[in-house]
């Protein structure tokens, strides 16, 4: 298997990544830095450590999460706030969280292994689609609904791409956001930017699935069917 593949099948980094580590010098084979990204390893013979430490070959996982308010999408934190990790305790691989939900927000969140996997869902050029469902702090006018729809400028200059939206109640203050970008809390960004302000956010769907009637705080295991869906 080539090298930049295994790293990423053992979730240590997604392909991309893989190839910068070994670039970087990083990455050793039977206690040789490694030669570069097409090297062959053998998993069954040959030892592979990343930053001094053992790769091993893992199960590939993939973990569908209802992520609550108040946890922390992080690895650690110093200042000792939970972690959506805390909440996979019956996980015996390591998985990552696939993009990130602010700690104030909840709801759909992908965790995996797998590198390839999460790339494809963060990678920009793909568009799979995000859903979330808002309250906002005022009501959102004709007018700030239509901006969205043809994308806004953010406060660094960003413009985003067209947004679809659905106002869900008669006050206009709850609705429904799609987006096809990833930005660090581009939804609540774009909602500044016409003026407006997220009192609660809840992503309840990505690409083809749905969060359903998960319970907050739970998790299951995506389908071999599913995983497919983003994968194709």
Known sequence: MRLHKFLSRSGVASLRKAEEMIAAGRIRVNGQVAAGPGAAVDPARDRV??????????????LLLHKPAGYLCALEDRFGRPLVTDLLRDIPERVYHVGRLDL????MLFLTNDGDFALKLTHPRHEIEKTYRIRLRAPLSGEAAEKLRRGVSLENGFRTAPAGVKILSGDCREVEITIREGKKRQVKRMLQAVGNRVDYLKRTAVGPLSLGDLGKGKWRRLTAEEVALFME
Request: hydrophobic share 20%.
């Open 104 to 107: 104030d927000s909840e709801g």
């Open 49 to 62: 450590e990343a930053d001094g430490r053992e790769v091993r070959a893992e199960e590939r996982v993939y």
